[in-house]
């Protein structure tokens, strides 16, 4: 009887209507609710106040106050800028192209027979996340001293920006690979007479085609990020050319418009791939 | 998967060659990221005169010039780490005792997962337009002050970080164990004393030294925001490989490297354990 007198006490606290969600009371939940939304409004500004300082930034006229398009319309002519941005986007094609010639069959192949493997694999490419960049390139240099020898393009970027990608994009792969029933899908294929390249193009790549974009995605975000190896082994891409400007003249305008424009077309990317994230998992659940 | 099983009739006995199939991976591995990461090594250790190894480039590590440059990476990154994952560990609380879905849930886990990955160069001219020189909102005569001004910039990933990878430790609370915790008589407090704080201790340490190795790695953003001095690790590797004038040691570079090595390797190490701790009851 002893135990029930505390439970009796709760039942007639709670009172008649309880928010059960988080099992708390009415004027509990109230206070709740305005701590959050001062957490929610502070840490909102936070976070939006230097992105809209650089908007605005970005179309300041000559004199403070004033607006002017100024800043947008030199990006074209600005020197060098135009051709580290069509740097810039090449490299991510290329470097898509890596990932999707290179490690989406590899990690297909070794799914379908060479399961061994697959840890060893794994335990590689998650390897560059605890190899910073930084030091990577330390190693790199010997290896593009070599590679200059015979190529002075930036465009040669793209074997890193391969490797410094291979931990988003393979832990995407890995995620569709593993929402697909490989084992059946290719052994029905092969009783059927298909050959292993036939299994894997037209096969599993359908079946995966969301985590393909989502690789592409996270990669092309990452190259239109990279500044660390390019800097370092004085390459010019979009991030080091706009890094020379600052350096050379430190409030230029065209650096707000150009970063804001960059930023907005990583935004966009980054909000797909959260999209599509979303839609995948509601399909699953 | 058995070997002899799917194999079609009349491709006789075949060497077993599925296993070629990785290598053109495994040598593109090798040669851009193990040859790298050995070079790094074998420099660090090789003698810089005459053939053989030696550990004195270790002894460099120590040495006051260099040490320099690695008291300020851990600083900067222990200061945005801890401040970052407490600041972090608030908004995701506020995010967790949300509607699940929410709309703000959503825009606010959205927009973590951007701007966790938003560093680099950009970010730090988006701060030079709000709090800089001339900045928008003020113009803040620390902005340019080690460690504060490059604190605050830094802490702009930092939290939204935080959000990503402590939010689900935070779902993983049970309102089942507050029911339990109310029905002993326990107060909201000795809920927090005894089973909230006690549970998610190693997910939110865990975490922290998951944002203190991402701030020690980060280069790009504190290269924008101060190109004339060298303050962490990553800034002096970059000198040192571009000018290789007035180095403690021609191989400067690499000893640099394996010493970030080292720190990363620790912590990460750090990472796994707490996160395996986590791993028990968080599902």
Redesign the interface.
Known sequence: MASVA??AA?AAQSGTAPDT???MRGAKRYR?NA??YL??CV?GL??L???L??A??SVEGTRPGQFSLSAWTQIPSYPGLLSAIEITLELALLTCAVILL??V??LI??Q????W?SRA?EF?CL??L??????????????YNYIRHYNLSALQLF??Y??LA?PYSSRALAAGLGAVDL?TL??AA??L?ASWLTVIWRIVVPNMWQALLNAMLLTT?LVL?E??VA??L?YTNL?TA??YI??DTN?AGV??ST?TG??VF??ML??IL?YVGRRRRRRRG | ?SAS??R?VGAGRRIPL??A??I???G??G???L??????LW?AIRAQHGPGLTLSGLKLLVSPTVRFYFVNSIELSGITAVMGAL?GA??AY?IA??NPDGL?RRV????S???A???????A???L??VGP????MHASWYFDYPQGIGLIYL?FQ??LMVVVFLPAIDGLK?QW??AT????GSTWQYWRHVGVPLLRPAFFGATLLLF?NA??A??TI??WD?QIAYV??QQ??TS??SEVGLASPNE??I??LG??IL??VV?TGYALLQRRTARWLR
Do not use: C, D, H
């Open positions: 505390p439970l709760i969600r988080r099992g709740l701590f959050r957490i929610f840490f936070f976070f106040v230097p992105l300082a650089m605005r930034f290179l490690v069959p590899t192949w070794i379908l027979r060479v399961r493997i694999v590689l390897l560059p605890t190899i910073p960049a930084i030091v990577l390139v330390v190693g790199l240099a010997p290896i074997w890193v391969g490797i291979l084992k290719s052994e092969r009783s007479g975000a990020g500044f660390t800097v370092t004085l991030q706009l890094y600052s350096r409030n650096l707000f970063s960059a930023l990583a935004f980054l909000m959260s | 998967m099983g799917a079609p599925a296993w199939g990785v053109p991976f495994l593109y591995l040669v851009f990221l040859l790298p990461t050995g070079i790094v420099g600041l608030i908004l506020a005792t949300g703000i606010y886990i959205a927009g997962g951007v701007l990955q938003f560093g680099g160069v950009t970010l001219f988006a701060f337009a709000t001339a900045g928008i909102l702009y939290i939204p309102i507050r029911e109310a029905n002993l008589g190795a020690l790695s280069f790009a290269q924008a190109n690790v990553p590797i970059n490989i571009i570079p690499q640099l490297a970030m090595i990363v390797a990460m």
